[in-house]
């Protein structure tokens, strides 16, 4: 472990892009986390970042997590919450929320039988968010889906994504291109469609190649190094600039995300030259 922060260490940078911050989906080190909670939160210092997405304490209770956040200087800005809580038990999802001192919610999937996502589906969802957001909002708290690729299925004109978004009152959007690109979806058209209903983001690219589908799924390895595969991400961080949004976070599901991370850092800070 010392081995990985010390070569992490020379890619030490703190990226603020323009009014945003670039932060980290923790789930980026899930694999991590199981057997070194404080060596992982060591690697996301050596990075340089101190804005996180996540949700969980691994196994402290939430002042032991807290106090190693702090005593890095870090924060959870976002937690990740379960559909069925959203729907359920909104309560628990806001309690959670005000415990990490979050401004977001986001889900990240709606549960379906196989691969059968229609309007009926669509239209439920977007009941609960709706209903969740507004509960959410009174508290203090926004509250954004972030569609995971089935819900670019055609509806009408356009698509069911469409049909969430138009309809949308009391939540907005994680966009993550990854997702959106695979889905069939076009990441910066959707930035420029809705431009006020994309509150964060998710940076994610993926290895040219790869054939996209709506089931959602795809093998994790798929995740590159930002740059270099097949997402127009030059277009989609310059239109988060443009758009304002507060938080773009790196998630890297790959079995090399403690190489390439340090590696989409740089990238992205050779945007700004």
Request: charged share 25%; net charge negative; hydrophobic share 40%.
């Amino acid at each position: 472990m010392k081995r990985i922060i010390a070569i992490a260490l020379f890619t030490l940078i703190t990226i603020p892009v323009s009014a945003q911050e670039v932060g980290l989906q923790l789930y980026s080190l899930r694999n991590q986390f199981k057997t070194d909670v404080t060596g992982s939160l060591d690697i996301i210092q050596s990075w340089g970042i101190t804005k996180l997405e996540g949700g969980g304490t691994y196994g402290m209770s939430m002042e032991e997590f807290q106090k190693e956040l702090t005593s890095r200087e870090m924060s959870v800005v976002s937690v990740g919450a379960g559909f069925e809580d959203l729907e359920n038990n909104p309560q628990k999802v806001i309690d959670n929320a005000k415990a990490f001192g979050a401004k977001y919610v986001m889900c990240a999937w709606v549960p379906h039988d196989d691969n059968k996502w229609d309007l009926e589906e669509t239209q439920h969802a977007t009941e609960v968010f709706n209903k969740a957001g507004q509960l959410l909002k009174e508290n203090g708290l926004t509250l954004a889906y972030h569609a995971h690729g089935y819900e670019f299925r055609p509806y009408q004109d356009g698509t069911l994504f469409d049909y969430m978004a138009e309809n949308a009152t009391d939540f907005t959007f994680e966009l993550d291109v990854f997702w959106a690109h695979h889905g069939g979806g076009d990441p910066l058209a959707l930035m420029k469609k809705y431009p006020k209903k994309m509150t964060l983001m998710h940076l994610k690219d993926m290895k040219h190649g790869v054939e996209g589908n709506n089931t959602g799924h795809e093998d994790v390895e798929t995740n590159v190094v930002l740059g270099t595969g097949q997402v127009d991400m030059v277009g989609v961080v310059a239109e988060a600039k443009k758009l304002g949004i507060e938080y773009m976070f790196i998630e890297d599901e790959s079995s090399r995300v403690v190489e390439q991370v340090p590696q989409s850092l740089d990238w992205l800070k050779s945007l700004d030259k």
